[in-house]
C-alpha cells in the first residue's frame, strides 16, 4: 500500500488556475470513482473539497473543481485566493473497506 | 452539529498498548462506517481502519494490521482503536472520522499519541 503521487509543492498567483494531480494505479484510482481531496490549514483538521472525483459539498467554492484520467486524479482550484493557502490531500478507495491517501500538496499563494 | 471527540491519548514507551476512543455526536453513529486517520506532526495523512455500521467489516492499513484493531459500540455513540505492540513510527495525531458515500464528510480535533522511550 504504497501512498498514492502527489507533487510536493505547487504555487500560483492570485487570480490564477493551478492543477495538483494524484497518481495511482489500476487497482485504486484507476478502480473506483470514489476519489477525494482534502483542504488543510495548519494547525486544523481536513476538510472535503471534491468527493466522488468531481462533486463538491454543499459550501464548497465553485472555484474547486475535479476530474480523473484513467489512474490519475486532478484537483483544480480558478481564480486563486490568498485563502486558498494550504495542504491538499487526495484519497482514494482501494477495495475491501480500505483507502489510500496522498502524500500532499502544499499550495503556496504567491 | 456533527462532532467526534478522541480521547485516550498520551506519551507511553515502545511495546506498549493504548486504547484510543471517539464520543460521537449530533448524527445517527450506527448508520455510518466510520475510521481513523493519523497524520504525523507536519507530516501527511495516513488513512489506518475503518469499521462498517455493524461491526461486520472491517479494514487496516498495512503498516498496522495485526496490532491495531478498531471497535465500535453503536449503543455508547462510540469508535474506539485498540493499539498494541506500539513503535516510535506510531507517534501522530488520531483523527477519529466519519465516513459517507466512501468519503470523510466529518473529522474530529484529534489526539496525540506519542510513544517514546
Known amino acids: 500500500q504504497s501512498a498514492l503521487t502527489q507533487p510536493a509543492a505547487v504555487s500560483g498567483s492570485p487570480g490564477q488556475s493551478i492543477t495538483i494531480s494524484c497518481t495511482g494505479s489500476?487497482?485504486?484510482?484507476?478502480?473506483?470513482?470514489?476519489v477525494s481531496w482534502y483542504q488543510q490549514s495548519p494547525g486544523r483538521a481536513p476538510k472535503v473539497i471534491i468527493f466522488g472525483v468531481n462533486h463538491r459539498p454543499s459550501g464548497v467554492s465553485f472555484r474547486f473543481s475535479g476530474s480523473k484520467s484513467g489512474n490519475t486524479a486532478f484537483l483544480t482550484i480558478s481564480g486563486l485566493q490568498a485563502e486558498d493557502e494550504a495542504e491538499y490531500f487526495c484519497?482514494?478507495?482501494?477495495?475491501?473497506?480500505?483507502?489510500?491517501f496522498g502524500g500532499g500538496t502544499k499550495l503556496t499563494v504567491l | 452539529e456533527v462532532q467526534m471527540v478522541e480521547s485516550g491519548g498520551g506519551l507511553v514507551e515502545p511495546g506498549t498498548s493504548l486504547t484510543l476512543s471517539c464520543a460521537a455526536s449530533?448524527?445517527?453513529?450506527?448508520?455510518?462506517?466510520m475510521h481513523w486517520v493519523r497524520q504525523v506532526p507536519g507530516k501527511g495523512l495516513e488513512w489506518i481502519s475503518a469499521i462498517n455500521w455493524n461491526s461486520e467489516d472491517v479494514g487496516y492499513a498495512d503498516s498496522v494490521r495485526g496490532r491495531f484493531a478498531v471497535y465500535r459500540d453503536n449503543t455508547r455513540n462510540s469508535l474506539y482503536l485498540r493499539m498494541r505492540s506500539l513503535r516510535s513510527d506510531d507517534t501522530a495525531f488520531y483523527y477519529c472520522v466519519k465516513d459517507i458515500k466512501y468519503f470523510f464528510d466529518s473529522w474530529g480535533h484529534g489526539v496525540l499519541v506519542t510513544v517514546t522511550s
Open positions: 489500476s487497482t485504486d484510482i484507476g478502480a473506483y470513482d470514489h
Open positions: 484519497c482514494s478507495f482501494v477495495g475491501s473497506i480500505t483507502w489510500l
Open positions: 449530533g448524527f445517527r453513529f450506527g448508520d455510518y462506517t
